[in-house]
């Protein structure tokens, strides 16, 4: 059965805890000397009928002792109970764990991430202890359009083109990010791919799909997700054996971004039978600005 898209997430952390260091150093958060970043247990063990489990919890650690923990909630909308709870989660690992204790919120839009930041208040009187989270907003998320790193840290080049499906340089996003599917096993992958289509505005999904179907032709990939996924869209093109279905994507993708085709040009896709041809004009469409660019 597919992942939820807050299932997916929460595996990303627990599976690499890397994740955290590059995203809390986006938020302005500076860290401690550290050597090494694991993940630890997420029962927050309280002296009450109830049991707390975050998310996820990582550790950063220096000579064998922790120096810093994160406990990491995802948050996929408001939910009131949570700000009764986050403060029991810091509060027991902070004393579990003997060490200094961040609250870091990853949220999918804005208005998540605004409510997720207010500072909670709890105890009475005055001065009132009040816990400030740290939220990533998608707006805080790195933009990911190197190889390189989308190589080393995946889930980072995931998390980067789920926030910004409408950069400038989206293409370049989802360059990189392929790059970073070549280390990946189909598992993962699959399970990426469907949380990214999932995550994605309605408009931006069909250029996604078409960029997959085609702008991986261009890698030398080796793992078994993306031999499958050629394997794939190479048997539906068979399948369909019409150049018809490569031109509706390009007008598919085309109409997703926004730009508007003019009648000479639609009648020039739709009448050509070079299925070569076709499939360069999908991949630059994924790419140009203006409709006149694509038979340039």
């Known amino acids: 059965m597919p992942s939820t898209p807050h299932e997916v997430v929460i595996d990303m952390f627990t599976e690499r805890p890397d994740l955290v260091p590059p995203l809390l150093s986006a938020l302005g958060c500076e860290l401690p000397d550290y050597e090494t970043v694991k993940t630890r247990s997420e029962r927050a063990a309280v002296v009450a009928p109830t049991e707390y489990y975050a998310d996820a919890v990582v550790a950063f650690e220096r000579g064998g002792a922790t120096v810093l923990a994160v406990v990491v909630e995802i948050q996929l909308r408001r939910d009131p109970d949570k700000l009764w709870s986050w403060p029991v989660y810091t509060a027991s690992l902070r004393a579990r764990m003997k060490c200094p204790v961040l609250l870091l919120i990853v949220c999918p839009d804005n208005r998540t991430a605004k409510w997720a930041a207010q500072p ?10 009040t816990l400030c989270p740290l939220v990533l907003a998608p707006s805080s998320v790195p933009v990911v359009t190197d190889p390189a790193v989308a190589t080393e840290l995946p889930e980072l080049a995931v998390l980067s083109a ?5 950069h400038p340089d989206h293409t370049e996003i989802w360059q990189a990010l392929a790059a970073g599917f070549r280390t990946l096993g189909e598992d993962p992958a699959l399970r990426y791919h469907d949380f990214i289509l999932t995550m994605l505005p309605r408009a931006v999904r069909p250029a996604w799909e078409a960029f997959m179907s085609t702008g991986l032709r261009d890698y030398n990939f080796t793992s078994d997700f993306a031999r499958k996924y050629l394997a794939e869209g190479r048997a539906e093109g068979r399948a369909e054996g019409r150049a018809e ?11 997703a971004r926004g730009i508007e085709v003019p009648d000479q040009v639609r009648k020039t896709i739709t009448s050509c039978d070079d299925l070569d041809q076709l499939q360069k004009w999908l991949r630059r469409a994924l790419e140009i600005n203006r409709a006149d660019e694509l038979l340039a």
Not at 120 to 129: E, M, N, Q
Not at 162 to 166: G, R, Y
Not at 245 to 255: C, F, H, N, R
């Open 120 to 129: 909670l208040a709890f105890g009475y009187g005055s001065p009132s202890t």
């Open 162 to 166: 789920v926030a910004h499906p409408q």
């Open 245 to 255: 279905g490569e031109a509706k994507s390009i007008l598919t993708v085309l109409d």
